[in-house]
Every structure is written in structure tokens, then in C-alpha cells.
């Protein structure tokens, strides 16, 4: 058996001796054959006989040498006796060092191994051995430690393994259940040491610990969710509650016992005793909103928001907004009656605050002093009026701001440069200390009522003057008939030039209305943007109230705005029809689920009749018709229920909308059609409409040769009806693109470039989309897109690009342009407030997606979803 390593280092010291005497063995023998041939020689040699002396000499020299190799010999001797006995000494030393190693390796508690500088086993003890005896297997000497290896996998001694870069070794659990870490150490020479330590215990004692620690985390976060204000329940991504608080259970109605982890979380929410309208948020499959307001049958108003978590699951938390969100309701309908009735009256009305800005005004004084539509507010007032006028106002201002309420009149040229006679009103706005913090500005246009009073005193003036001249002139009264005759054809005339002139102004505003639809939804675009990038951060609970009063006053002016564009739209022509075959399916199955919830939310039901009729029309004004019925339906039926379905007329198909409202007078059915024209029952509430909803439907029925008809009963409801023809689907034309669904797969670390012209709308995008987590590059141009990034090298995730740019260029070319350099093609999303169909075909060639603006923030975030997943 090969010896211990100890051994062999204390071998390895005495061969040197070992050597240095044969060495000496072998020079003394030399030596011994010399001088026994020159004894030889000497003796020999009759011929050359020395002289006796030389000869004596000569043997005299030859003894000396003899002796002097003869007493190194015997120190030689005498060394290599003492060699001998150190190289026994050492061998039994070498023996016994054996010995002890060995039962030193046997008395380790863990398993240990020695391996060879070729990694080959020489020695191991009989701990390790016992792994193997429990295996059924025997490890030789002589076996590689691969081998070993490979035999402790293959023989299924070793279970699994777990390498942890931190430690020092690898830790294996065996097939009898216990823990072994394996520790290395090399040798001098090269080999290998291994020690297989048993750490079933320790690993028991952590597991424990562990197990503890997570109880007690656990009995922590159960007493932080009982102690919030909001109702908090956690669900796990297979749907089943697991973490909830008494809030939560107390705000949807459900009682204690009822409550269980061994129901679904929908099937909880399910439950008859829930009181809520709607049904609640139903996982993150992208299919509902993140965060939703709910009703109760009580009166109270829950929010709900949904957060997802990294391992698929969510946590909910419900949150009793009833006071703020009537407090919210409250604000909203006065604001919207203020206004209402500012917007309506004649004079300018604003309100300046005590920086001279622009803090509020009324329709009117915004078309007078912004004829191009650029919003005042926040504006100061010398940047709104010319210098000579500005120099003209500030005194009477500055009395103001001292606490005087001021009246004057002068005269001023309006955007047209027409002078009118303007009769300002300033009156201050003190605050409780008393300090003026503003002041409120109404001015009305005198002009008319100053030159009717100068023409009476023009005419009084003239009136002796005239009677005396037409005494005089009453002998030529026939000649003065004629040509008063002649004046009146006239004015006619000119009458009828003037009508002219006013039917070509009304066209010629609803044209440019229409053209500028663009330039009227920017701003908006941008201010939506903004908003929506506001609530995605947390504020306190009344600056969360202003920032939501805001976005939804935004929403009123986007949907009162976008009315008044459609229309002039309509008048102007703009809008083309694209009358395609259709499945009906998809189209009703959307307008149903998207009015079902708003219909629940005024405590209504909205019954719906499916349909796979295919019909001949244009989808998107087809369903821009329903939706206005359904619109009308829900905000005038007071309570009852609402029906949408059709019917088949031969070759045509009826689609109707019920409703259990108030009805119509049959003398008023053909006056709802008409533009600003409202039937409102009496006693009923106010709405914000503007009665261009079914002038729309009008127009658009009459563009595409859609009959519409309504039949009412007063007390009993309504019913609304559009005839549209049946048609063939075509195999060879592609199907229409359904809505993109809504999804959520995070936008975390995603790179996406913005090309807009105006920058107001590429900082509110860049602040909405960092907000979701993306990287987002801004630029108006492709030159400044090119000024920051590599457009050939750079990441790119997604494109997002306004169509309408500066300097004649658009959306498509620059894209196209990034695409052109580019290896791979990135995805691009297109934005613009153009409707057009040749624009909408035109996109679609290119393989993109099309959004109109202003943007909605969901459908934005569920389409770079889309194509992020795409992609």
C-alpha cells in the first residue's frame, strides 16, 4: 500500500544520504583497483627498476596516498554506517507518522479522502467508505475522481446538488435523507484533499429558524393589513384569497364566516350578500381597468385598485370614497354651471389675478382676444393685448389692485380690425385679510347702442331740416317714389348679397373648423397627457381630488370639443364613408359591453339581443350612430331599463335602441334632430350636452343612406331605429381589425422614441410613459431625433410619431427613414387628429397601428403592450 504523504516528504529527505554514499562506495573501490594496479606495476616491472632510493620514495608517496584514501574510506564507511541508522531511525518514524495519520483520518467524524497529483484515491477513512456501504457500492484505491463522481450520480448515492459561489464547497443531499458539504484542499505535490462533512442538523436547525421567522413575518404583515383603514385583500396567482383584513370584509358586505381560502376569489365576490353594482376586478389578464369606482346599493362609493405582483397574483385595496367623490360631484356640476352660464352670455367675463394673468375666462372672451384658438389661461396680459392697449388698461388696473371697483368705455379694433365700443367693469377680489388677490373683468360691446344714439341725435338734429325739405319737395313726391322704388330693389339686392356673403361665412368657418381640428385637439392632447401622467403618482388625498376634477373636466371638453369638430366635419365634407361588408357580431358585442357598465353605473339595465347579421355600411360611423343612441337613452331614462338588438326587414336590417324614459311629444320628434335643439322633461336634471348629438346621427344616416326613425310614447319610453342593407362578406377583402385587447405584460425598462412637433406634447408623453417604467427619447424632427441617437445602433423598442410634422414632413417618411437604416424594423405606433379614410388605408399599408388623438392613456398603454408582445 502506498505510503501516507508524510512518509514519503520524510523518504524524499534521506535519499540524498542514501545517494552521497554509494557515491563514496563506488570512489573508495576506484581507489582500492588504482592502487592495487600500481602495486602491480611496481612489482611487475624488471625493465624500469627505479633506483633504491627513488624507489623508497616513490613507495614512501604511494603509502601516504594509500592511508589518506584509506582513512577517507573508513570516514566514508563511518558516514554510511551513521546514513544507515538515521535512514532506519527515519523509516520507523516514517511507520509511525503512517500509524498516526491513519488513526488520526480514522478518528475524523466527517469523511475524508486523499487523492494523488493525477487525482487518483490513496487513502480515505471509514466515514466516507460507510457512504458507499449505505449505496450498496465500494470505492477502490486507485479510482479517479471523476470516476468517483460519476459513480455517486449514476448509483443515486447523491440526490442533489447545490453549489453556492459564496461558500467553499458544494453541499449534497443523499438517498438516506441526510445533508454532507464537501470541502476541498490541495496538496503540495498537487493532490487533493476532501472532506465530507455531515450537516443534516444545521441544515434541520435553519430550515426551522426559517419556517419561524416566516410565521412570525407572516403574523406581522396579518396585524399591519388589520390595523389600515383600507379594506386589503391579497390573491394568489391560482385566484384564491390569501391575506385579507376586517375593512375589506366590512366594505363589500361579506360576512366573517363566509370568507374562506378554499374558494376562489371571484366566487367570494360572486356571493348574493355582496352589494356592489358590477362585478369586481377579476385577476390581471389585461381584460379590466386596474382601478375602477363602484356604487353600492347603499349610496356608498368604494374605490378599488388592483396591484399586481411579481409572482402573478394581486392585491386589492378598497378605499370609502363616499364623501369625496360627492364633495368631487359637487365641485364638478358648479363648475360646470359656472360655466354654463359664462359661456353663454354675451359679455367677456375673466377673472385676472394679482400677477396680471389670465386665471379665468368665458368662450367669448377667448374668441375675442385668441381668434387662432391658443388658450389665455395663465397668460399675462400684456402678451394678450397690444402695447397701445396695454399702455391705455394698466392704469384703470392698477386702481383695481388698490381696492377701487372701476367702470370706463373706449374704443378698441377686435381681431377683424373693426373699432368697437367696449364698456369695461373692473371689480376686486379681496380675500379674508382684505388683500386684493384679483380682480373680476366684464366688458361688453357697446357699439350698436353708441351709434343708435348718435344716429337719434342725428336724426332729431335733421328732422326741422328734413320736414322743410320735404315741404319743399312735396310738388316732386312721384319722382320720389320712383326712386325710393329704385333704393328698395336696391337693398334688396343688397340684401340678397349679404345673405350670400353670411351662408359663405357659415361654410367657410365650418371648413376651417374642421381643417384645424389638428391644431384644436394639440393642446388638449397635451393637457391629457399631463393629467394621466399626474395620477399615476401618489399626492394627498384633496391634490388627488383636484388632479381627477381636472382630467375629468378635460374629459367634457374632449367629448363637447370633439362634437363640435365631427359636426363641422359633417357640414364641411371632410368625412368620406368606407361602406365595407361587415360581421355585426364584434361591433355590437363592444358597443354593448362598453355602455353595459355606464348604463349600471346610473342604475340602469341595458339588455342586449346579439346579432352575426352581415350588413353593408361604414363601421365607425355606423357605430358612432348607436352610440349616440345608447348615450341619449342612458341620460334621459331615469330609471327602468334600456334594449339594443335588431330586426330583419327583408333585405334590410333594423338596428334599435329601447328605452323606458320619459318619451318624446310627437310634435317635438322631428325637432330632435336639429342642431341645439334639447327635449328636456320638465323637473328633470341638467346635462352637459350641447344637442348636437342626433343633428350628428342625421347627417352621418344621410351620408351613408341609412334611414332613422323614432317612435315615442310619452310616460312609457322610446325607441330609436337605423336601416341598414344586409350584405356578402367578400373572401379576397381582409376582415376588419378588431379592438386591440386590453393588456398589461409591464412597460418596465422599454425604449421608446417620440417624434411630435410640438414639444408641450412630447414632455407630457415623455412624463406619462417614464412613469410606466419606459426610456423615452423625445425630438420634433428625424434631424433631431438623428442629433441624439444612433438611429441604425441604438435600442429601440417602439416608435411613437405624430403624422402632421414641420417643414412638410410626416410620420411615415421618418419612420421610414429609422426603419431604412436599420437591421431589424421596430414597431410603430401612429398618432394624429386626421379621420381621414385615405390616411387610415394609407398607415394601414405600411403595416402600422393608428391612434386618434387626444390619446387615451389605457388604449396607449394597452397598445405598446400589444406590439411589445408582438414583437
Known amino acids: 500500500m502506498p505510503l501516507p504523504q508524510g512518509t514519503e516528504a520524510l523518504t524524499r529527505e534521506i535519499d540524498p544520504r542514501d545517494q552521497r554514499i554509494a557515491e563514496l ?5 576506484r581507489l582500492k583497483r588504482i592502487r592495487d594496479a600500481l602495486i602491480t606495476r611496481v612489482e611487475s616491472s624488471a625493465a624500469h627498476k627505479p633506483e633504491p632510493y627513488a624507489a623508497f620514495e616513490h613507495s614512501v608517496i604511494l603509502a601516504e596516498q594509500v592511508r589518506e584514501r584509506t582513512e577517507a574510506l ?24 503512517r500509524q498516526r495519520l491513519n488513526d488520526a483520518i480514522e478518528s475524523i467524524a466527517d469523511g475524508f479522502v486523499l487523492f494523488d497529483h493525477r487525482h487518483r484515491l490513496i487513502q480515505a477513512n471509514s466515514r466516507f467508505r460507510s457512504y458507499w456501504r449505505s449505496a450498496g457500492l465500494q470505492v477502490v484505491p486507485g479510482t479517479s475522481i471523476a470516476d468517483v463522481k460519476a459513480e455517486a450520480f449514476s448509483s443515486g448515492l447523491i440526490v442533489e446538488e447545490h453549489t453556492d459561489p459564496a461558500a467553499e464547497g458544494s453541499v449534497f443531499l443523499l438517498s438516506n435523507d441526510r445533508w454532507v458539504q464537501m470541502t476541498e484542499r490541495p496538496t503540495l505535490e498537487g493532490g487533493l484533499v476532501v472532506l465530507y462533512s455531515d450537516i443534516t442538523d444545521v441544515k434541520n436547525t435553519e430550515t426551522a429558524r426559517r419556517e419561524e421567522a416566516l410565521a412570525e413575518k407572516t403574523r406581522l404583515l396579518q396585524s399591519t393589513v388589520d390595523n389600515l383603514s383600507q379594506g386589503v385583500v391579497l390573491v394568489n396567482r391560482e385566484g384564491y384569497p390569501e391575506i385579507w383584513n376586517d375593512r375589506f370584509l366590512s366594505l363589500i358586505g361579506l360576512r366573517a364566516d363566509r370568507m374562506s381560502t378554499e374558494r376562489t376569489f371571484a366566487e367570494l365576490m360572486a356571493a348574493p350578500e355582496v352589494p356592489l353594482l358590477t362585478p369586481p376586478v377579476q385577476g390581471l389578464d389585461g381584460s379590466r381597468a386596474l382601478e375602477e369606482v363602484y356604487r353600492r346599493s347603499d349610496g356608498t362609493v368604494i374605490e378599488i385598485k388592483t396591484h399586481p405582483m ?9 378605499t370609502d370614497i363616499t364623501e369625496r367623490y360627492r364633495y368631487a360631484e359637487t365641485l364638478k356640476e358648479s363648475e360646470r354651471w359656472i360655466r354654463v352660464v359664462t359661456d353663454h352670455v354675451p359679455a367677456l367675463i375673466a377673472y385676472v389675478g394679482a400677477d396680471l394673468t389670465i386665471q379665468f375666462c368665458n368662450k367669448v372672451y377667448e374668441a375675442w382676444y385668441s381668434p387662432e384658438g391658443e388658450p389665455l389661461l395663465g397668460r399675462p396680459l400684456d402678451q394678450i393685448h397690444s402695447p397701445e392697449l396695454y399702455q391705455r388698461l394698466i392704469p384703470r388696473v392698477r386702481e383695481a389692485l388698490a381696492g377701487q371697483s372701476v367702470t370706463f368705455e373706449f374704443e378698441e379694433s377686435n381681431s377683424r380690425g373693426e373699432q368697437r365700443y367696449m364698456l369695461r367693469s373692473y371689480v376686486p377680489n379681496l380675500d379674508s385679510q382684505g388683500a386684493v388677490v384679483g380682480f373680476f373683468v366684464m366688458i361688453r360691446d357697446i357699439t350698436d347702442r353708441r351709434r343708435t344714439a348718435l344716429a337719434l341725435q342725428q336724426a332729431y338734429d335733421n328732422l326741422e331740416r328734413r320736414v322743410k325739405e320735404r315741404t319743399s319737395a312735396l310738388t316732386g313726391l312721384n319722382n320720389q317714389l320712383r326712386q325710393e322704388i329704385n333704393e328698395r330693389a336696391a337693398v334688396e339686392s343688397r340684401l340678397r348679397d349679404a345673405k350670400l356673403e353670411a351662408e359663405r361665412a357659415n361654410l367657410s368657418k365650418t371648413k376651417f373648423l374642421a381643417a384645424v381640428s389638428h391644431d384644436l385637439l394639440q393642446p388638449l392632447n397635451a393637457a391629457r397627457l399631463f393629467t394621466s401622467a399626474l395620477l399615476e403618482h401618489s399626492f394627498g388625498p384633496r391634490a388627488e381630488s383636484l388632479v381627477r376634477s381636472v382630467s375629468t373636466s378635460l374629459d367634457d371638453v374632449e367629448n363637447l370639443l ?55 355600411s361604414d363601421s365607425q360611423l355606423l357605430a358612432r350612430i348607436l352610440r349616440n343612441f345608447l348615450t341619449n337613452a342612458i341620460r334621459y331614462t331615469g330609471k327602468g331599463r334600456i334594449l339594443l338588438g335588431c330586426r330583419r326587414r327583408g333585405d334590410k336590417l333594423l338596428l334599435q335602441v329601447w328605452d323606458t324614459g320619459p318619451g318624446i311629444p310627437q310634435d317635438k320628434l322631428t325637432e330632435i334632430f336639429q342642431e ?14 350641447l344637442g348636437l348629438g342626433l343633428a350628428i346621427v342625421d347627417k352621418i344616416a344621410r351620408m351613408l343612406g341609412h334611414p332613422v ?67 423615452v427619447v423625445t425630438a420634433v424632427s428625424l434631424e433631431d431625433l438623428e442629433a441624439q441617437v444612433d438611429l441604425a445602433g441604438s435600442r429601440c423598442d417602439v416608435i411613437l410619431a405624430d403624422y402632421h410634422l414641420d417643414n412638410d414632413e410626416n410620420g411615415v417618411d421618418v419612420v421610414a427613414e429609422v426603419n431604412r437604416r436599420r437591421a431589424t424594423e421596430v414597431p410603430v405606433l401612429m398618432i394624429t387628429a386626421n379621420y381621414s379614410n385615405d390616411l387610415k388605408q394609407h398607415i394601414r399599408s405600411q403595416g402600422y397601428l393608428l391612434m386618434n388623438k387626444p390619446v387615451k392613456p389605457l388604449k396607449l398603454r394597452s397598445a405598446l403592450n400589444h406590439l411589445l408582445q408582438r414583437r
Open 25 to 29: 562506495e563506488a570512489e573508495n573501490q
Open 74 to 97: 573508513n570516514a566514508a564507511m563511518g558516514e554510511l554506517k551513521s546514513s544507515n541508522k538515521a535512514l532506519n531511525r527515519a523509516r520507523d518514524e516514517a511507520e509511525t507518522a
Open 310 to 318: 411579481p409572482d402573478g397574483g394581486f392585491v386589492n385595496t378598497y
Open 562 to 616: 370633439g362634437t363640435l369638430v365631427d359636426i363641422s366635419k359633417l357640414d364641411a365634407g371632410v368625412i368620406k364613408p368606407d361602406v365595407t361588408a361587415f360581421d355585426l357580431r364584434d361591433l355590437l358585442n363592444n358597443i354593448a359591453r362598453e355602455f353595459r357598465q355606464m348604463a349600471m353605473a346610473e342604475g340602469l339595465e341595458l339588455s342586449f339581443v346579439a346579432s352575426s347579421a352581415v350588413v353593408r
Open 676 to 689: 341645439f335643439k334639447r327635449i328636456r322633461p320638465a323637473g328633470s336634471p341638467a346635462d352637459k350636452g
Open 709 to 775: 326613425t323614432v317612435a315615442s310614447v310619452e310616460g312609457r319610453g322610446s325607441v330609436f331605429s337605423v336601416e341598414v342593407p344586409l350584405g356578402q362578406l367578400e373572401p379576397s377583402k381582409p376582415q376588419q381589425e378588431a379592438d386591440l385587447p386590453v393588456m398589461d405584460g409591464g412597460l418596465e425598462g422599454a425604449r421608446v422614441w417620440v417624434v411630435d412637433n410640438d414639444r408641450a406634447i412630447c414632455s407630457g408623453m415623455a412624463t406619462l410613459l417614464e412613469g410606466w417604467g419606459c426610456r
